[in-house]
């Protein structure tokens, strides 16, 4: 990898909410469908650039 390589946000969501990979700030947004203006920032590492979703969400924890 060298400077001049360009990863842009990444997508996924569930029933409840949208995860965005962000890789410029080295995190994974956690947007709530139900009110977008809850975003949940959660720091994951140096460039995220793939998201990859497994399980369910079984409360308002996840």
Known sequence: MNSADV???VLE???R???IAIPASGE???VSLADFSKVIK???SA???R???FG???SEEH
């Open 7 to 9: 990863y842009k946000p």
């Open 13 to 15: 969501a569930t029933e």
């Open 17 to 19: 909410f949208a995860y």
């Open 28 to 30: 994974v947004h956690q």
């Open 42 to 44: 959660h720091k994951v």
């Open 47 to 49: 460039r995220p650039v």
């Open 51 to 53: 998201l990859a979703l």
């Open 56 to 58: 369910f969400e079984s």
